[in-house]
């Protein structure tokens, strides 16, 4: 498997709001875990620590 390079989180205003399956989110909060697997690094556990870590943490 190559490496993974640390997923770009989108803008704010990447999403649309429409409820859409996949969002961008989805699809970024995916690729961070991947990511933090590949680094060693503890997954996030909730939707809520994804939002908060995500946002702060791995900016």
Do not use: I
Request: charged share 30%.
């Amino acid at each position: 498997m190559p490496n993974l390079q640390k997923p770009e989180r989108p803008a704010d205003d990447d999403c649309c709001g429409g409820g859409c399956s996949p969002c961008v989110w989805d699809f970024y909060h995916d690729q961070l875990a991947l990511w933090l697997e590949q680094e060693g690094k503890a997954p996030l556990k909730t939707p809520t620590e994804h939002d908060r870590e995500s946002d702060v943490l791995y900016r």
